[in-house]
């Protein structure tokens, strides 16, 4: 297939399909790929409909019976899974660039951040793989009871585009630790990274026919893949409405799923917190990757003593921010990843005031910067957490400050929210911190730090964030089934019937 070249590093003309280790149809209905740092057009998606989604999933099926992975020894299993950690890395730049190029995340993020862990995904979970063991009861006399785990079969792998390949490979990582097949679907947004990380992986080993890839529309190519028969369980991280459709779709079929979905979360500032570090860790939570992430602590809450100094400090430095093109190795902010995003994010702006919020800093697109879709780092302060900028997610560069009295007050309002993924505390008061970790809801709890994610633990929400969990033993839970075996160790006197 023909390729442009952009800056050094070649971007396919067409992103298709990726079955059996080949890219697929150069016809189909087409999707634009677009740069979000100036609107250009820089690839053709061709969409898989449900064909060819077919093909994909059967592609996958026959590989997990054919046993052409998962019977592989372990120690194979581990090898492969390390080279592709180290194709990752020694393809740092150009995997930055194709995500940069289509998600507008900054490039040096992706270069310190998102495409590392790629590769560290992959090296977890190789050496997880060789560490786990299996579960042995011996309390049944005569009998040892084994509990054995095992792959599921086929995994659906549906990605979202504010992280696409950092999120994309730790659902692929662990789905074929385990020794399952999968097939990906990263959202049409966001196609570039996955699609190129796809050759990585046959390149390093993964037979092909393990890890496919479908591209497409939710609605089409989405859609056909969660409810194909031969899809046993589903991994989706996006937006909450899009998982109910999803839901509805798995539970037809009763496939496991796990849904990591959005979050407004909590991000509670106390009097007794050493200030200056919390605003710049409120700084991180709310503007790091452009504002588009799920971990966003996006509701400031901030104790009424400090508020004042917060807010000075907070919205001085957002209006520093350095706002250009994703590839300027200076940007820390860049541009949101679609147009109809931005527009989307823009018209919260009037919706706080309608509310009666305070508009702090920005609230306006970056003309200079026009056709991208620049969004100023905004920060609003709110007259309680009822206005719709506290409750719904808006998923960019836009904070929102709630002030809170007492400490019970903070919970309430931490705890008031549709959404329970993360919250982050900033306390130096023991008893504090001690409370903030039993009231508060949420999947996870960040204590005086920015986020940080440890691969071996959970991670997941409740309530409209999602549910079920994925990470280290999470996901073998996920992706394997227990099988429980009895072995007697005498042979075991049986009732002898019919005589
Ligand atoms: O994502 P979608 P959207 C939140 C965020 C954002 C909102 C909407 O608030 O503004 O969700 O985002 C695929 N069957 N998050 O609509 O639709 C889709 O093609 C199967 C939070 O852009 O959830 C893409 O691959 N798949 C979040 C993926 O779902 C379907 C990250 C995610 O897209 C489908 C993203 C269907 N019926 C958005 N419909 C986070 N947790 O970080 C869509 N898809």
Known sequence: MSQSMQAGFPIREQVTSFIEGRYTRLAGHELPVVFPGDARRISTLVEAPADEVDAAVRSARAAFEDGRWRRQPVEARQAVMRKVADLVDQHRDELAYLECMNSGIPMRHLQKGQIPRTAYNFRFFAEFLGQHAEKLHGQTDGYLTLVLREPVGVAALIGPWNAPLALTSMKIAGAIAFGNSCVCKPSEVTPLAVARFMELLVEAGVPPGVVNLVNGRGGVTGEALVAHPQVDLVSFTGGTQTARRISASAGEGLKPLSLELGGKSANIVFESADLDRAVD????????????????????????????????????????????????????????????????????????????????????????????????????????????????????????????????????????????????????????????????????????????????????????????????????KFYTFEKTVMLPTVPPSIPRMGI
């Open 281 to 476: 860790a409120a700084l991180v939570g709310i503007f790091s990757n452009n504002g588009q992430q799920c971990l966003a602590g996006s509701r400031i809450l901030v104790q009424r003593t400090v508020l004042e100094r917060f807010v000075e400090a907070f919205a001085q430095r957002a209006r520093k921010l350095r706002i250009g093109s994703p590839l300027d190795p200076a940007t820390e902010i860049g541009p949101l990843a679609f147009q109809a995003h931005r527009q989307r994010v823009a018209g919260y702006v009037d919706i706080a005031r309608a509310d009666g919020a305070q508009l702090l800093c920005g609230g306006a697109p970056v003309e200079a910067l026009e056709p991208g879709f620049y969004f100023q780092p905004t920060a609003v302060l709110a007259r309680d957490n009822t206005a719709r900028v506290c409750r719904e997610e808006i998923f960019g560069p836009f904070a929102t400050i709630v002030p809170f009295d007492t400490q019970d007050e903070a919970y309430a309002i931490a705890n008031d929210s549709e959404f329970g993924l993360v919250s982050y505390v900033w306390s130096d008061h023991q008893p504090t911190v001690m409370r903030a970790l039993s009231e508060i809801r949420a999947g996870m709890v960040w204590i005086n730090t920015p986020m940080t994610r440890d691969l071996r633990a959970p991670f997941g929400g409740i309530k409209a964030s999602g549910y079920g969990r994925e990470g280290g033993e999470s996901s073998m």
